[in-house]
């Protein structure tokens, strides 16, 4: 008999064993969606220097004091800059340069005047621009550090790269960009019924369909998924399998023969390896068999052979630990709340991880399930962004309760798996309800 524990505690005790991973530098075109590995401060002011954020005339705006329609000004026009390009002789009161978006202020100018406010005229064969209203000081320049201050944390390590860190990064110089090492994970598929992708069906035989799932999910979580030959259900193969993979990679996950079957060959290559089993039983559903264990600091994840649960199981107890590894702060799913779109009447025991698609209804978030809620389900997981969590409990539950959802496909993540939260908020909807 296995004795299972929540949720929450399992996610504990996989999380005392994760460690941060290692670092390395890549090329910063294969940087996006990498993890930094330091803080990325700004080494100068951006902009370093003035420069006009429109196509004018850089001016003394004193020198518009009196300027009106009536009586417009006449600037001598020295000469004409693009961006790239300075004038290093700066301007008297009287005089202008013209000057092109992103080029830099001459000195003795603090104003730009638009090209379409002013007119260029000739004169003794002097060009002069026509002013014919008041400038401001300080009008149309781009102050030093507008955009970003030396010395400013601008985006801490463990934040994902995005296109715009893309152009923080090459805006400090940075070629090369230290990120963290993606963990390597292990995928190891267990079971005689399983074919390749490419084999025929054959009578009693299903294509492994969890190894290329875990695929995804690894790298949807930043991690580097190895992929393992297919093992059958046979002792010494699994057993060799997974202490090769041991040896390889960052942790191993292996998918079926875990729970109570005369061929359900994990947990008795647990029990040979010596690894120190952390549960092998979860109150929740689907997944209710998902394993972890501990070998010399590696950490084993036993997921179930069943779609749905194998793929949950990942979610709620690799995902963070991957996500750690990485440096990452929010190595949790977010959770958000939604109206229940279904009734759930019967009451189970053990904790619900109902996959779901989320839609917005007048502004609301709506769960509706997708297709069949059992664990050997595929089909399920094709539209599921989100996972309703039904607390275990002697009750069931009614559409249109507020329930909490775990978003899926969120980048941002959550620093802290509260499971108490849901409990709280649906014990306060029941007691006014029947208050
Ligand atoms: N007497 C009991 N039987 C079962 C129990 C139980 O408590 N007592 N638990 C059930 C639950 S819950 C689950 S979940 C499954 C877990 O099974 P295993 O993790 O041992 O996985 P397998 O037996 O190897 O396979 C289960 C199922 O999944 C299919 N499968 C396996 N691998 C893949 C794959 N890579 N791709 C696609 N499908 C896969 C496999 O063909 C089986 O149909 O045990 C219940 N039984
Ligand atoms: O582990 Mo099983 O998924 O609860 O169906
Ligand atoms: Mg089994």
């Excluded at 702060?329 to 959770?335: A, I």
């Excluded at 496909?409 to 849901?422: H, K, L, R, S, V």
Aim: proline share 5%; with cysteine; net charge neutral.
């Amino acid at each position: 008999m296995r004795k299972p524990i929540k949720v929450e505690e399992a996610i504990r005790k996989v999380m005392e064993w994760t460690r941060t991973g290692r670092q390395e530098t890549v090329p910063i075109k294969e940087s996006l969606n990498r993890v930094l590995a330091k803080d990325l401060t700004a080494t100068n002011d951006v902009p370093w220097f003035k420069r006009s954020p429109y196509d004018g005339y850089a001016i003394f705006s004193g020198s518009t004091a009196e300027a009106n329609a009536d009586h417009p000004v006449l600037l001598e026009v020295l000469g004409t800059i693009g961006a790239g390009y300075t004038w290093d002789e700066g301007i008297k009161p009287d005089q202008a340069v013209k000057i092109m978006t992103g080029a830099a202020i001459p000195d003795g100018a603090d104003a730009v005047i638009m090209v379409e406010l002013t007119k260029e005229l000739e004169k003794d064969g002097k060009i002069y621009v026509q002013i014919k209203r008041k400038v401001e000081k300080g009008e149309n320049i781009v102050e030093i550090g507008e955009d970003m201050k030396k010395g400013e944390i601008l985006v801490p390590k463990g934040t994902t790269v995005n296109p715009g860190v893309m152009a923080t990064l090459a805006t400090f110089g940075y070629q090369d960009v230290p990120v963290m090492k993606k963990p390597k994970a292990a995928i190891i598929a267990t079971g005689s019924e399983l074919l390749e992708v490419d084999e025929p069906l054959e009578k009693g035989k299903i294509r492994n369909s969890n190894a290329y799932m875990l695929w995804g999910q690894v790298i949807r979580a930043g991690g580097e998924p190895v992929f393992y030959r297919l093992v059958k259900d046979d002792f010494n193969e699994t057993y060799e399998a997974v202490k090769r993979a041991l040896g390889e990679a960052d942790i191993v996950m292996t998918t079926g023969g875990v729970s109570v079957g005369d061929f359900d060959y994990i947990p008795k290559v647990y029990e040979k390896l010596g690894a120190e089993l952390l549960f092998n039983k979860v109150a929740m559903r689907p997944g209710s068999v998902t394993s972890a264990a501990v070998l010399a600091g590696k950490i084993l994840f036993g997921l179930s052979g069943n779609p749905s649960a194998c793929y949950v199981g990942f979610e709620l107890f690799v995902r963070p630990y991957l996500k750690t590894m990485l440096g990452h702060r929010n190595v949790y799913l977010k959770r958000a709340q939604a109206t229940l779109g279904e009734d759930f009447p019967k009451p189970n025991p053990f904790t619900r991880f109902v996959r779901a698609k989320l839609s917005y209804e007048a502004g609301v978030i709506h769960a509706g399930p997708v297709r069949m809620d059992k664990s050997n389900i595929v089909s399920s997981l094709i539209e599921a962004n989100a996972l309703i969590v039904l607390p275990g409990g002697s009750r069931g539950f009614t559409k249109g309760l507020q329930v909490d959802v775990l978003l899926l496909e969120d980048e941002e993540g959550a620093p802290e798996w509260d499971e108490n939260i849901t409990d709280r908020r649906l014990q306060r909807q029941r007691e006014n309800h029947f208050s």
